[in-house]
């Protein structure tokens, strides 16, 4: 069983920037797609960006496409996020998960078998 600890969250202004980190402990972080998704308050929880387990293959929604990259260190079992240009509408408590997949272009919570607790990002304007 992976356990995945989530860090970087913080109070930014518009227009800066955050690096999240999730590490994982046990199971097989390096062998599996590991993924961010985040969930604001009152809307539902949503994809932001995915890395296959050898980071060769990255999945963004739309909306981020541009101002984060996502990237992973196998050695380190650690994966981050990092965030450029934030938006207010990028506030939202940030979770890192890992699929049972090694490789899917699938963007819904489901693919995925193990989160971490979130880390609270809140952007000002």
């Known amino acids: 069983q992976v356990q995945l600890v989530e860090s970087g969250g913080g109070l930014v202004q518009a227009g800066g920037s955050l690096r999240l980190a999730c590490v994982a402990s046990?199971?097989?972080?390096?062998?599996?797609?590991s993924g961010w998704f985040r969930q604001a308050p009152g809307k539902e929880r949503e994809f932001v960006a995915a890395i296959s387990w050898n980071g060769f293959s990255t999945y963004y929604r739309d909306s981020v496409k541009g101002r984060f990259t996502i990237s992973r260190d196998n050695i380190k079992n650690t994966m981050y996020l990092q965030m450029s240009s934030l938006e207010p509408g990028d506030t939202a408590v940030y979770f890192c998960?890992?699929?049972?997949?090694?490789?899917?272009?699938?963007?819904?919570?489901?693919?995925?078998?193990?989160w971490g607790q979130g880390t609270q990002v809140t952007v000002s304007s």
């Open positions: 046990r199971g097989t972080f390096g062998t599996s797609q």
């Open positions: 998960a890992t699929s049972r997949y090694s490789d899917t272009n699938s963007r819904t919570s489901a693919a995925y078998d193990y």
